[in-house]
Antibody, heavy 120, light 108 residues
Framework: EVQLVQSGAEVKKPGESLKISCKGS????????IAWVRQMPGKGLEWMGI????????RYSPSFQGQVTISADKSTNTAYLQWSSLKASDTGLYYCARRTDTLFSYMDVWGKGTTVTVSS | EIVLTQSPGTLSLSPGERATLSCRASQSVSSSYLAWYQQKPGQAPRLLIYGASSRATGIPDRFSGSGSGTDFTLTISRLEPEDFAVYYC?????????FGQGTKLEIK
């Protein structure tokens, strides 16, 4: 079974750093792009960026460029999303999703999400 | 950057009725890169439609997608109780993805 398993919920203080993870299984992890999507409380979906674990090529939404870092380790089939200095506005639910390898480029497999709470 | 605008924001219908959800792009886009997702409370999004009109695996045929250029539509022919959820359109282009703001389909 193809699946993405995300790390558990986090509670952090403003200014702290954080790295959350997304581990793929059931497929060749290095051959599929992995995207990160934010959902703030009660709001819609926002695409943050995407990475190709095979060579760590990455793209960022202009809204998130410089605010987060996306990385991947193909040896452990894991993608990461990290912050160097969290803000209260980073509170939200973060999904990773696999991009299909077809022309259509949709997200075909989603993790269950990691809740990040940033509060003093 | 392409902006996707979904309408209406909220749609109130009864089971058995037909639902028509709209997604309008700020400029013409390729239909190949237009997808629709369904999200229920407490769940991750689920792919419904890709390439503007192709149903994903396991999606009932009461769901259909259509459109081209700047105007796309998701239609649910006869609403079932499990269809009440939030629906998002998504576009991919120039290495970037964009989501619409979502349409909430609620029980009337």
């Amino acid at each position: 079974e193809v699946q993405l398993v995300q790390s558990g919920a986090e509670v952090k203080k403003p200014g702290e750093s954080l790295k959350i993870s997304c581990k793929g299984s059931g497929y060749k992890f290095s051959s599929y792009w992995i995207a990160w999507v934010r959902q703030m409380p009660g709001k819609g979906l926002e695409w943050m960026g995407i990475i190709y674990p095979g060579d760590s090529d990455s793209r960022y939404s202009p809204s998130f460029q410089g605010q987060v870092t996306i990385s991947a380790d193909k040896s452990t089939n894991t993608a990461y999303l990290q912050w160097s200095s969290l803000k209260a506005s980073d509170t939200g639910l973060y999904y990773c999703a696999r991009r299909t390898d077809t022309l259509f480029s949709y997200m075909d497999v989603w993790g269950k999400g990691t809740t990040v709470t940033v509060s003093s | 950057e392409i902006v996707l605008t979904q309408s209406p924001g909220t749609l109130s219908l009864s089971p058995g009725e037909r639902a028509t959800l709209s997604c309008r792009a700020s400029q013409s886009v390729s239909s190949s890169y237009l997808a629709w997702y369904q999200q229920k409370p407490g769940q991750a999004p689920r792919l419904l439609i890709y390439g503007a009109s192709s149903r994903a695996t396991g999606i009932p045929d009461r769901f259909s997608g259509s459109g081209s250029g700047t105007d796309f539509t998701l239609t649910i022919s006869r609403l079932e109780p499990e269809d009440f959820a939030v629906y998002y359109c998504q576009h991919y282009g120039s290495s970037l993805y964009t989501f619409g703001q979502g349409t909430k389909l609620e029980i009337k």
